[in-house]
């Protein structure tokens, strides 16, 4: 049904209700359909009887009541604003086809291109890998120092058949992460630095009682583990040298005070690197650098010269803050005489890459000591670094010497 007051787009505002009904409009109640004469340019609107008594009433007064007048002036700005807004969306639908239609546009164009239409080249042997030299980092193996897993709160168990066990991972696992690098370089030469407190000497008194053998048995275990590691790179490595770089640490020490400028004289690492040497004496893949002081220097690719040393000289204690900011006091200063690419040490028992300086981990991990300066639980691991002959340092990772991992229990679990 439609209202009497009507025009060809909703409710007329009511200065122009006045005029329809002067126009040739006849209106009959609902269901009341009159006939139209042919030709006719009358049309019919039907009403409800409300609407029939305001026709009426308008037709014996002439006017209309104010409420239906408003509400047609309501009822015409709600109709201009609904078509306001239905003019918007339709524009912002038109944007979004635009856009739809580029995106297809574009698809098809990549959908017309091939699946073969440019083929990459693996690098090969042919080609020419990148030159690059592996450093396997050993350090703090502590062979003969005892560690019961009833002072660690059982983090971890070492005696002197684990400490074999995890030195044959260590040469086996650093092989085989060079063996995966191959991949990318061409790998021939291998740096085994091996960073000093192989054996933990007499240097605490403590030692004297918790130690399963004296520092010269233990230095003779020692050589046992790295001479045999050795052979194993040499008859499996495919190596064209392998440069074993010496350092000796504070715990192999002879005397109970450390010594400075005779400290390679009174150290059984010191004795142990040369014993291992002379064996190695009549292979020409093996090479010794061994330091007579604190540090030692050597140079790959005549350009990057590399700063190794235990680490004892570098005053941390287990701050807050982590070591880099002490060690790179270091550097700086040890830099200003004699300038490094890149410093590698351990003593920390913690593995650290800080960019121009990698802190190695240890053999032993987690023993007494580490709970009682309160340093960060690290499972045993040591280091490898990967030095490009173009770029420098481009990869450091850990080599981890237990077949298992080490779970440490969550906060509140019995």
Not at 239 to 247: E, K, P, W
Not at 316 to 334: E, L, Q, S
Request: hydrophobic share 35%.
């Amino acid at each position: 049904m439609y209202s009497c007051v009507t025009g060809e787009s909703g409710p007329l505002p009511y200065q122009k209700q006045a005029g329809v009904f002067s126009r040739a409009i006849l209106f009959t109640r609902e269901g009341n359909m009159p006939e139209s004469k042919e030709g006719s340019k009358q049309r019919y609107v039907f009403l409800n009887e409300e609407e029939w008594e305001l026709i009426d009433n308008f037709r014996k007064t002439g006017t209309l009541p104010d409420s239906h007048l408003l509400q047609s002036d309501l009822n015409a700005v709600k109709i201009k604003e609904r078509n306001l807004q239905l003019k918007d969306r339709y524009k912002k639908l038109l944007r979004e086809l635009e856009v739809a239609n580029q995106r297809l546009e574009h698809l098809s164009e990549l959908r017309g291109i091939p699946a073969s239409s440019q083929t990459i080249v693996p690098d090969s042997q042919a080609n020419g890998l990148p030159d690059a030299a592996a450093i396997m980092v050993a350090g703090d193996w502590h062979v003969e120092e005892r560690v019961d897993p009833q002072t660690v709160n059982d983090m971890n168990d070492y005696g002197l058949e684990e400490a074999e066990r995890r030195a044959i991972e260590f040469f086996k696992n650093g092989l085989r992460k060079v063996r995966v690098l191959r991949n990318g370089y061409n790998i021939r030469t291998l740096v085994l630095a091996v960073l000093g407190d192989i054996i933990s000497g007499y240097i605490h008194e403590e030692l004297l009682e918790n130690n399963l053998l004296s520092p010269v048995e233990a230095s003779r275990l020692a050589k046992k583990f790295i001479c045999a590691g050795i052979n194993y790179l040499l008859k499996n490595g495919q190596f064209d040298v392998i440069r074993v770089v010496c350092c000796f640490g504070n715990h192999g020490r002879t005397s109970q005070r450390k010594k400075f400028a005779t400290g390679y004289k009174n150290s059984y690492e010191w004795l142990l690197y040369h014993s291992i040497a002379d064996a190695f004496e009549r292979n020409k893949r093996v090479e010794f650098v061994i330091a007579t002081g604190y540090h030692v220097y050597d140079t790959l690719f005549d350009r990057y010269t590399i700063r190794y040393h235990h680490g004892d000289e570098i005053k941390y204690r287990g701050g807050v803050g982590g070591m880099t900011i002490p060690v790179n006091k270091a550097i700086a200063k040890w830099n200003s005489i004699r300038p490094a690419y890149l410093d590698i040490f351990g003593h920390f028992h913690e593995t650290v890459d800080g960019g121009q300086f990698v802190a190695n981990g240890s053999l032993i991990g987690y023993n007494a000591y580490a709970i009682s300066i309160k340093a960060q639980f690290q499972e045993p691991k040591q280091s490898l670094i990967l030095i490009e002959k173009e770029r420098g340092k481009s990869f450091v990772a850990p080599i981890h010497v237990t077949k298992q991992p080490v779970r440490i229990a969550p906060i509140g679990a019995k």
